[in-house]
Nanobody, 123 residues
């Protein structure tokens, strides 16, 4: 069982930055690949980024490449999403998720989800 709690969301102007954190409970955090998803009003939840259990591999959706950076600290059971050069279209609720084993871009593959944190980017 893994429990995930996101934090770090908020209101920021376009061009600004935010750093999201996702704290995980449980002793087996390092065995889980981690992903970030987001859901804007009226839209489906979409994949944003993922990181392998070791942190050696990362993946990003094209729309955030070069602006967002995912990382993890297994000693702290925490995964991060550094978001720079934010745009109004990045506005959404951001969720972290855990998948045992190899990471995936498909939300159906993830086993555990956090409650989400709101990110609002004003123009």
């Amino acid at each position: 069982q893994v429990q995930l709690v996101e934090s770090g969301g908020g209101l920021v102007q376009a061009g600004g930055s935010l750093r999201l954190s996702c704290a995980a409970s449980g002793r087996t955090f390092s065995r889980y690949a981690m992903g970030w998803f987001r859901q804007a009003p009226g839209k489906e939840r979409e994949f944003v980024s993922a990181i392998s259990w070791s942190g050696a591999s990362t993946y990003y959706v094209d729309s955030v490449k070069g602006r967002f950076t995912i990382s993890r600290d297994n000693a702290k059971n925490t995964v991060y999403l550094q978001m720079n050069s934010l745009k109004p279209e990045d506005t959404a609720v951001y969720y972290c998720a855990a998948e045992y084993g190899r990471w995936s871009t498909s939300r159906e593959e993830y086993d555990y989800w956090g409650q989400g944190t709101q990110v609002t980017v004003s123009s």
